[in-house]
């Protein structure tokens, strides 16, 4: 069974550019995540999908970031434009019911803003 | 969620068995409590987890107190791909998805 995929493993762009990063969930999952680790912070919630709903996006930090799920297959999350604080690794994850379920987690996208 | 106090750090020798501890003294009856890690450059991953009694499954065991203020992680013959920093999670039910991953332990597994 796969896991969950996120592309690109990395990505380095200059401030003000727009980048988008996608996110493919274990097949079956309904629940999608995406979490952020920023300049050697704690890793922070984002936002939840359920299907193509979002559930929770309180973690979202403005109106830069925007998250979508067509279909309620994958995930894309784009950064227009993106800033130097925007540097971290962003990880996403599914789960197949949510509450209470465990995590599975990709292995994070690394993104460079210059 | 229950705030949750780890050591910055351990060492343990490989093949030995590691005992993460926790500490989770505001935790409330709904609460439980999860382990997940991160291994260098890798997403985080998820070990176990447990409410009141205790938990094992192939990659580790969880003892929480009868009191459920604190518990320990413990993963029985340590080796070296086990190096991982090391979360203990206590969210509130509902909020089992939207983890508060803190600093956690440094687990340095040595030859």
Request: hydrophobic share 30%; charged share 20%.
């Amino acid at each position: 069974e796969a896991g969950v995929t996120q592309f690109p493993s990395h990505s380095v762009i200059e401030k003000g550019q727009t980048v988008t990063l996608r996110c493919d969930p274990i097949s079956g999952h309904d629940n999608l995540y995406w979490y952020r680790r920023v300049m050697g912070k704690e890793i922070k919630f984002l936002l939840h999908f359920v299907k193509e709903s979002k559930q929770d996006e309180s973690g979202m930090p403005n109106n830069r970031f925007l998250a979508e799920r067509t279909g309620g297959t994958y995930s894309t999350l784009k950064v227009q434009p993106a800033e130097l604080e925007d540097s971290g690794v962003y990880f996403c994850a599914s789960s197949l019911t949510g509450s209470g379920e465990k995590l599975f987690f990709g292995s994070g996208t690394q993104l460079s803003v210059l | 969620d229950a705030k949750t106090t780890q050591p910055p750090s351990m060492d343990c020798a490989e093949g030995r068995a590691a005992n993460l501890p926790c500490n989770h003294s505001t935790i409330s009856g709904n609460e439980y409590v999860y382990w997940y890690r991160q291994i260098h450059s890798q997403g985080p991953q998820y070990i176990i987890h447990g409410l009141k009694n205790n938990e094992t499954n192939e990659m580790a065991s969880l003892i929480i107190t009868e009191d459920r203020k604190s518990s320990t992680l413990i993963l029985p013959h340590a080796t070296l791909r086990d190096t991982a920093v090391y979360y203990c999670i206590a969210p509130s039910w509902g909020n089992t998805d939207k983890l508060i991953f803190g600093t956690g332990t440094r687990l340095q597994v040595f030859p």
